[in-house]
Nanobody, 119 residues
Framework: QLQLVESGGGLVQPGGSLRLSCAAS????????IGWFRQAPGKEREGVSC????????NYADSVKGRFTISRDNAKNTVYLQMNSLKPEDTAIYYC????????????WGKGTLVTVSS
């Protein structure tokens, strides 16, 4: 059974950091592009970042550039999202998803992890 499981969410003060993990089971992440998405209360889901399978190239939403870093550890079958200088507007449920390409519709989704940025 193909599964993605997110972890690492929690409550953090503004300016703080969190590292989210996206662990895969039932398939090898090496062959997939992995994207991070988020959905804040009352808002539509938005793409945050993506890392390709072919050359490891990355992209980021303008709102997180310079603060978030996506990376992958194929040996651990895990993709990470390092989030620094967190702002209250980063509060959302964060999801990871997998597809052949970052531009794809994302065939596989995790259930999400909640990030709350508040003092």
């Amino acid at each position: 059974q193909l599964q993605l499981v997110e972890s690492g969410g929690g409550l953090v003060q503004p300016g703080g950091s969190l590292r989210l993990s996206c662990a895969a089971s039932g398939f090898t992440l090496d062959y997939y592009a992995i994207g991070w998405f988020r959905q804040a209360p009352g808002k539509e889901r938005e793409g945050v970042s993506c890392i390709s399978s072919s050359d490891g190239s990355t992209n980021y939403a303008d709102s997180v550039k310079g603060r978030f870093t996506i990376s992958r550890d194929n040996a651990k079958n895990t993709v990470y999202l390092q989030m620094n200088s967190l702002k209250p507007e980063d509060t959302a449920i964060y999801y990871c998803a997998a597809d052949s390409y970052c531009s794809g519709p994302m065939d596989y989704w995790g259930k999400g992890t909640l990030v709350t940025v508040s003092s």
